[in-house]
């Protein structure tokens, strides 16, 4: 499975954006998909996940009532829209898969076994 990203930026403060990530290649049945992002210097770092089915969303405490992640099966991709973008969001956006469709921890890097390359994003004050 190949994820490519797609839709970072530079934006300002209080703007918004809106990330894509398709998957291809062999996909049996659609897993979990998420949204990781990683600043200068920072470690990679959860933001939010997306059930296989879409019925369940999990997001990280600092993007909470901003960003909202969202799918679609039948085009097999994840979509991050980001409102009221602060500076402190500035990072590499990273999208990953997992094979499952619930996990047990979704801000676990370790529980998804495939990554994109990443989109930069760039929130200026």
């Known amino acids: 499975v190949q994820l490519q990203a797609s839709g970072g930026g530079l934006v300002k403060a209080g703007g918004s954006l809106r990330l894509s ?13 998420g949204w990781f992002r990683q600043a200068p210097g920072e ?34 991709a994840v979509y991050l ?10 990072a590499v956006y990273y999208c990953a898969a997992a094979v ?14 495939y990554w994109g390359r990443g989109t930069l994003v760039t929130v200026s004050s």
């Open 21 to 33: 990530c398709v998957a291809s290649g062999r996909i049996v049945s659609p897993g979990v998909m």
């Open 81 to 90: 829209q980001m409102n009221s973008l602060k500076p402190e969001d500035t």
């Open 43 to 76: 470690e990679r770092e959860f933001v939010t996940a997306i059930s296989g089915t879409g019925g369940s969303t999990y997001d990280a405490d600092p993007v909470k009532g901003r960003f909202t992640i969202s799918r679609d099966n039948v085009k097999n």
């Open 100 to 113: 499952r469709r619930h996990l047990r921890d979704y801000s676990n890097l370790a529980e998804y076994g």
